[in-house]
């Protein structure tokens, strides 16, 4: 694991809690059925486990991309001479 992808199991870990402490709180003021909160913040905790590890893939390979130096685009001429 290299050093980027430390700092960011940290943000995942952070953003699983962060979800499923805001489902618990929605749990007890609607004031849910135990097994229907329960089901409710473990759905809650995959699909945010899955969207933090997508977005922590994306920034590493943002990241990691080579910044273009020059773009080279050919420069159209119209019978006149004139750029267009």
């Known amino acids: 694991m290299n050093k ?3 700092k ?4 995942r870990a952070f953003v699983v809690l962060l979800a499923a ?5 929605l749990n007890i003021k609607y004031d849910r059925d135990l097994v229907q909160g ?6 809650v905790i995959a699909v945010f486990y899955v969207i933090s590890s997508i977005a922590c893939k994306l920034f590493d390979k943002i990241k990691n991309m080579q910044p273009v130096k020059k773009l ?4 159209e001429v119209d019978s006149e001479g004139d750029k267009k």
């Open 8 to 11: 960011y199991k940290n943000v």
């Open 72 to 75: 080279d685009m050919p420069v």
């Open 4 to 6: 980027d992808q430390e």
């Open 38 to 43: 329960l089901i409710l913040l473990i759905i």
């Open 21 to 25: 402490l805001i489902t618990q709180l």
